[in-house]
């Protein structure tokens, strides 16, 4: 079976559709992976750069960023980096006013039973 990383680029095309040709290329590497004949891997790193090209660069709003980012790590047939963690830090990211890599540097200390050391006050505080 052939294997695939994806970056942020394609991530981008499939949210936002505007690319018509790259987006159709895009939904074709996901056909493909919805019915078993390749593999999709998304890096965890490429959701980073995803929230920051959302937020910054189309200017959505946290709630929408959030919403799309919901839609592609529930789509069963990409495999993603990191997915548990994604679950987990998704919603704390919608629900507090942090940059999504401290709500991952938080989540990451939780799930692995670690203590997070950081000069982060804010962050400090989430923690306690």
Do not use: H, W
Request: hydrophobic share 45%; proline share 3%; charged share 30%.
């Amino acid at each position: 079976m052939k294997q695939y990383l994806i970056d942020t680029n394609y991530l981008l095309r499939f949210l936002l559709s505007d690319v018509p040709q790259q987006t159709k290329i895009v939904r074709q590497y996901f056909i493909q992976a919805k019915l078993g004949e390749t593999e999709i891997t998304i890096p965890y790193l490429a959701i980073i750069e995803l929230d920051f090209n959302l937020s910054k660069l189309y200017r959505f709003s946290k709630t929408e960023v959030v919403e799309k980012l919901f839609t592609l790590i529930s789509i069963p047939y990409l495999n993603f980096e990191k997915r548990e963690l994604l679950i987990k830090a998704i919603p704390l990211y919608r629900q507090v006013n942090f940059d999504l890599v401290d709500i991952l540097f938080f989540c990451e200390a939780k799930l692995t039973g670690k203590e997070l050391l950081t000069f982060d006050r804010k962050l400090k505080k989430l923690k306690d």
